[in-house]
């Protein structure tokens, strides 16, 4: 039995529960705390308000102990919210410089609201390296301008406007992906997470 | 069942009323593309929804309060000419919020920003849509326009929410294309209890359709759709869910970082603060605390430390709604 963690401060924590829960071989739990981080396989960081997920993080005193778990090994999936929270630089298309606390352990630049507003999300397809086709919902949707160091971009969409964009990365035991997977019911994304779980257990 | 499976019966509901899928098909069968991004679907809109919960949006009248909620960790604003409680004071019309002073709050803060329109007004949403507000509230703490009519929400490529008191009026703005609902209470009176009465209807009516469904009683849905002027449907979805089939918040009264993990342990999925914050004493303070009890509303503990983060000496006064005239309810607009 794997046990997946989501982190459950705010956002899309029931959808990513409800996908989980269908997976064989799985059993996923809500995290709120340090002491159930402790006891997860794996860890995911939903969708939401990256803003929000990073104060609450920071009011309860959780940076570091998720710090300590992903340095440890511990795999981690961030889905759009999640990858803003573990980017090394984060900036806003409108705003630029944010002032947000994140989580700062992925060596990838991130734009956030880089397709405009809600009005202009969407959804996509996405090729994404050793995971495959993946339908994704992009809502408010950052994007991966830079990945550096052993981070490496394993997701491009060709966008109508901004060109062919960086939407998915990895690193080592971190995935990031800027769209929703969770949203549109496709699986596969959790599934490399899980895979990567098992490889460790 | 899940929350996304309702998501795509409310999309496929829409394909059917619009007929869009013929439209596609005829696309693909003159050899068109079609376009590999598809924009501002049913899908995106009530996904963009779902990110909302477990938060709290604060409603705000300029760009300063607008970074007091975004700091505090707010997931969302809501702009407004005056606050609820000023609306009330007021008088007269009330109309949707200066459209400069919404696209200033949009390149000031990162997160959603929404904005209220009069009911029925359909132009009104339109103007918001056309200078990308995130979600428009077609509200009751504004004068309607129409008290018959509301506004046919499917037609637009933004989400909306809507206030309702029951399971009906809620289906049947569900059933008009709103992505979200919230309770109404009563706005302006920093009193929680109608936004309380309206939260248990709701929730009594769900159990009811529960039950229905469970004894096998098909003909009890058919009946309480008749009876209640709302698609069939919905009803069907509804019990077979076992909750609403959008995002549903409380908002109107709520005042206290008590009042909001309240509505949560009720089963809301977030909160909307519309006076509550800014008609405070100690607005900074009582943002964050707000933010933090409506998160962790399962563990009494955190929201103990929440509510003393806040004192009562410095929360908004309030209305005794009991004093208050039929015709000054906001509840009872547009049915």
Redesign the interface.
Known sequence: MVRVGILGLQGDVLEHYELLKEIEGVEPVIVKDARSLALVDALVIPGGESTTIGRLIEMRGLRDYIIERVRSGMPILGTCAGTILLATRVEDREVGEVRQPLLKVMDIHVLRNAFGRQKDSFEAEVDIESIGRVKGAFIRAPIIKKAWGKAKIIGRIKHPVLGKIGVAAIQDNMLAVVFHPEITGDNKVHLFLIDMAKGRM | M???DS??FLEKLRDFMYSLLEQRDRLREEGKEVL??????P???Y??I??????VIMDVTNEEQANIA???????VMVLDKLPYDVRRAGGVARTADLNTIKNI???????VSAKCRIGHYYEARLL?EI????IDESEVLTPVDEKAHINKWVF???FVNGARSLPEALRRIGEGASMIRTKGEAGTGNVAEAVKHMKLVNRDIALLRSYIESGDEEALRIYARQNSVPYELVLLTARLGRLPVVNFAAGGIATPADAALMMWLGADGVFVGSGIFKSQDPENRA?AI??AT??WD?PETVAEAQAMVSERHAMIGIDITKLKPEELLQVRGE
């Open positions: 899940k929350l996304v998501y795509i590999p991004l598809r924009t501002a679907t899908l995106v809109r996904g963009f779902s990110m909302f919960k477990g938060g975004e700091d505090a960790g707010a997931v969302g949009m390149s000031t803060i990162t997160i959603p849509e990308g507000v995130d979600l490529s933004v989400p964050k933010v933090l998160a962790f563990d």
